[in-house]
């Protein structure tokens, strides 16, 4: 087996280099497409439109951030004041949002199973890592993040909830108390 040490004949060798799209920008892109849809456009009046637009979209999209974070910084601060009574309560909860923000594995916190039975010794508590699991999911899904790598898929969510629904020991324990009364 012969090999070749020519370029041309590598994978790097068929790649071109799109100019076009390495300069321009958006309003270069939203100018072009201005002048392509209204025929009587000048290049320069096509080009002032579309930097307005630009501007007029940038703001917008940057306000929409800001009352974002806004409101999630709000929801964020009645979870933890929820927790501000009761035993344990408050560190649960802030445990709770640090696993559902994914800061857990950034910040070295413990394992949920570690977190609930400091909880639990500090305390005097009964808590279990069901209920943080389940308070975890919820804050997830009030706030609006993506699952990180630390939650089940929710098409495996699904499954075991199906199945749980499906042949819990309660429900087994349920169908023999009725075929005996039954009979």
């Known amino acids: 087996m012969k090999t070749s040490l020519d370029p041309a004949e590598s994978h790097e060798a068929s ?9 321009d920008g958006p309003v270069d892109i939203l100018s072009e497409k201005l002048m392509s849809g209204i025929k009587t456009l000048s290049s320069s009046q096509a080009r002032h439109a579309a930097q307005v637009a630009y501007q007029w979209h940038k703001e917008t999209i940057d306000e929409d951030i800001k009352n974002t974070h806004a409101e999630t910084i709000s929801k964020v601060v009645a979870i933890i004041l929820s927790g501000r009574n009761g035993r344990g309560k408050m560190k649960f909860k802030v445990y709770c949002l640090a696993y559902a923000c994914n800061l857990a594995s950034l910040n070295g916190l413990p394992s949920m199973r570690q977190a609930v ?29 993506r699952t990180n790598a ?34």
């Open 150 to 183: 630390n939650f089940k898929s929710a098409s495996a969510v699904a499954s075991y909830q199906k199945v749980q629904e499906e042949r819990h020991w309660r429900r087994e324990k349920m169908k023999r108390k009725k075929e005996k009364t039954c009979k």
């Open 15 to 23: 790649y071109w280099l799109d100019i076009a799209s390495e300069l």
């Open 117 to 145: 039975a400091e909880i639990n010794k500090e305390c005097g508590t009964d808590l279990t890592v069901a209920a943080m699991s389940k308070e975890t999911i919820t804050l997830r899904d009030l706030l609006d993040l």
